[in-house]
Each structure stands twice: as C-alpha cells, then as structure tokens.
C-alpha cells in the first residue's frame, strides 16, 4: 500500500518520507513501532504546530474564529476509530484545533469544557458499550456528569439491525448529552454494517456545521470515501485462492471445525495478530431456490443498486436468514395478518421466533403477502461479511492466513439449515476456490511488548488468535510469559491444534496450559472453572503485568469468564466485589484486558 496525501493526515513532504522507509522495513520492524506508537500516545491531537499557530493568530481576521474540537470514538474492533480518524482528517485546517481521543483515554470530567464534541460510538453485546467507553458510558450517566450547556455535539451509532439493541450506545450518547443542556448541531445517524456511505455523509455534514468563513469553500469531493482497507474492500475484494482445508475434529465428534489456509501471495495484503479476515458470501442457491418458490413468484427480473438481475441472483447477495424487529416491521405493511402485528408487539416472543429461524419461515407463518418481488427485495438489507479471526502470524506465513471456521448447523421447524458461510466451507469449498476477501483490522486485540506476559483465555474456534499470537511470540524469540486456557467438548475428538500447543510447551513458547473439556465428566467443567483453581497464580500474573486476552461467545464464555476474573481479584487481593470490579475495569482501561467476544 502507498500512502498518498488524499488517503492520510500526512503532508506532502511526511508522505514522500514514509513512503520511502516502510519499504525497507522488515515485518517484526513495523510490530516494534506499531506497538512503541500505541504506548506512547494515549491522546491523539492533530494540531497545527505551536509556530504556525502563532503567526496564523495574527493572519486572522474577526470574521474567522478558530474552533475546539474534540472527537472520541468508542470502539470494539476498529470501526469507529476509522471513521473517527476520517472526521479528524477531514476537519483538519488552519481554522480548527482538533483533537482525537478513544473514550477510554479521555477525561470525561474535562466535558464541559469543550466547545464541539463528536462522538462515533459502536454497540456491543447485548446494547453495551465496547470496553474501552464503560467507564466514559458510566460517568456520563452518573449523576457526577456536568451540565454541558455550551457544547455543541453530534453523534454516529454504528451497529448491526439484525441484534435487537441496535445502536444502542450511541443512542444513549445522544440522549444523555442532550439531557445534560448540549445541543445538537447534526442530527445523530444510526448506521448498519454497510456503514461507509452514511458515515462519509455524516462527516460531510459536520463540515459543514463546523465550517469557518477560510474553509467554506471545500466541497465533498475533498473527502476520500471510507473502506474497510485502502486496497482491498467489501466493494473491492481479493480472491484468495484456498490452499489446505482439513477437519480439526476426530471421528465422533458433535462439531465441525475446519482450518482453512488461503493463499495471499502477489496481493500485498498484511496482518497483525489479533486482525480478522472478512469473507463475503453468497446465499446458498438451494435456500434462494426454496424462498422464490415460497414466496410464489418466478424468477422475475429486479433491480439492486441500479441493476437489473434476476431474483434469484438478486438473493444470493441480499441477508435472507438474519431476523430483526427492524426488518420483520419494514414487512408489516405487505401483509393484514394479525398474528404478524401482535408478534411484534410481544418482545419475549419475538426473541424467541427470531432464533434460527429466516425469512422463508416469516414468508410461510405469515402470508398472504401483497408485494411484488422488486418491493420484496427493496426490504433486505445487503448481506453482511462474516468476519473471522485470523489464526496465523503474517511474520511465519507472510504470503498465507489462516482461518479457524466452526461449521453452524442445526435443524429447525423440520429443515436442516446451515451456517452461509461455515456451511459453504465445510460442505462445499474445496482445495484450489477462491474466496472473496478483505483484511479487517482490530486495533483493540494487540499484543503487547515481547518481554511482557499474556494470558490467553478460549473456547472452541475461540483459540484462533491465540495461535497466532504463539506463532508471532515464536517468531520474535519474545521472552515473555504466555498461558493458555482452552475448553471444548471432548479430548480426543475437540482439542484443537493439540500438536501444535504441546509442541509451544515443550519449546517454552508457551508457558503454562490449563485445559477444560466439558463433557469428558459427568459435572461440566469449563475454562472459568480452570481460572478459579488457578486463582493465585493467576492474580500473581496480574501483578507482573499480564495482559488478559478473552476470545469467544459473549453471552456465555464472555460473560462467565468476565465474572471468575472478578472473583480471582476479590479473593486474591481481598476486597469487596465493587473494588474487583473497579479492579477489573481499570485493566481494561489500561488495555491489559482484551476481549474480541461476538
């Protein structure tokens, strides 16, 4: 990748530098400076120097006043800070004294000093805030907030419509600030996964409003459109050629866990531990076929996007197996079934139909239906990539990523039903396709220097990253401790990468291995178990400087093992629940407590 003053905060002369030195540095070169700028920069400001500064004061004139502006972004996995960074590049002139923090740097008691706020803020779990903005989200909503009469706000939500608290974070953002005497000078906007396009036009409305009489003059053609990458996007993909597929459980097991090695040779793309490769799927065409004939139309001709395509082709591309309140509503007015209307009207019934149900079964419960298939198809929203941890280091395999897939499958209502992309890969896929993809990067999983220690805490496919982060430790020679906690189901048939791990152990790559296989034993054991009996060693690793890593289901390992962590420090350092969790939040805080949870 070139960088280029369009698509970079840098200068002219900065770019032509950087560009003639990130090519002679070596992988483990651009890891050091990636991790000694993370350190050492808390606060990002982007600033016009102290010297221009000055002389810029006197080149002013009363009809140009400079503005304060403060951007925070709350971020899970690098969404929001990409487009809090856009904004901040955006707005960067002689005219404005911009600063960009993450919620989790910022000194929320600072609030009332500002002039202009922006905040870009992800929803997370179940309408939480990511773990960097709890403490931000909780002082904002105590009653130690001030009021904040004199500042000038606006808010963008990014989430997924197919949860049920869509938003919800920036939702809150934007009525608590309001609440607290700010005012709004952009309405908030909510945005889906497909966020780039809502949020280019967000940032194009903030200009505006921000704008001084210098900087009317610019246009949105200034402003280089948001992507996932530079190079390689959901609108611009890389077809990466598989090269291994193999089946990491044994024979009798209840899973399907495929290792999938794809090749990224010649593209240029790189990745760091804790990174996701994005792949873009297509629905399966025996599902599409079964909806266009419950649906009860031909194959007629659609359009999506300004073109023309069949529906069955239309459908391949558009989300037919998420449910939501959000999209079974945009499907009321097509239909005068009253058990429809009163479905949605009960939430905990509601929940419970959604689940692992799609829209084929809406089509049949609650027909007839009065749309045509060009007012069917314009109800869906774009299917969404599916995104999954790489399980590779770029220094070990710096042509190759690898991926750890569990296969979703299950029956419901009598029809056998399959993951769109886990599905494709274990029954489909084979060795020599090609699979649409793009790097997805998260700033918020990140290693931390070689000589510290980590504790890596996973279930099932939720070891990925953590293999990757061995292989990235390996490679270093990095000195510092590391111990895994791993569960499954079964030893013989579930222990993921077991080779692999014991080989890490035997090397001293790996320090310590604690193990979890929940049905090998009448009473379940699971991972949480494991750090309760380590319970002393584990605070003792805390208290070296150990960075905890959490990677899995939320609603269940995320939350269990979230919860022992708080009962290892109440224990260990003797204090009262409220303190563990102060204790807790404060690792978080400092990014010695990550979690890439879903």
Known sequence: MTLQVINSPFTEQQVKLLNEIFPQLTPQQKLWLTGYLSATTTIEEITVAPGARESQAQEETASVQTKEITILYASQTGNAQGVANKLATVLQDPNHVVTLASTGDFKANHLKKLDHLFIVASTHGEGEPPDTAISFYEYLHSKRAPKLEGVKYSVLSLGDSSYEFYCKTGIDFDERLKALGATSIVPRVDCDVDYQEAANAWIEQVKQATATTATTSQTTSDITVLTNETEYSRNNPYYAEVLEKINLNGRGSNKETIHLELSLEDSGITYEPGDCLAIIPENNAAVVELLVKTLGFNDDTVSVDGKSLALSEALKQLDITALSKTLLTKFVPFTGNTEFAALLEDREALKSFVYGRDVIDVVEKFGPWNWTAQQFVEQLRKIPAREYSISSSYTAYPEEVHLTIGKVFYEQDGRYREGVVSGDVASNIEIGDKLAVYVKRNPNFKLPAAEAPIIMIGAGTGIAPFRSFLQ???????????????????????????????????????????????????????VQHRLLEQAQEVFNWIEQGATIYLCGDEKTLGHSVHEALITVVEQQKQVSREEAENFIKELQTQKRYQRDVY
């Open 472 to 526: 990235e430790r390996e490679e270093q020679g990095a000195e510092g401790k590391s111990w895994l906690f791993f569960g499954d189901q079964h030893f013989v048939t579930d222990f993921l990468y077991q080779v692999e791990l014991q080989q890490w152990l035997k090397d001293d790559v790996l320090t310590n291995l604690n193990i979890a296989f929940s049905r090998d034993q009448k009473e379940k054991i699971y």
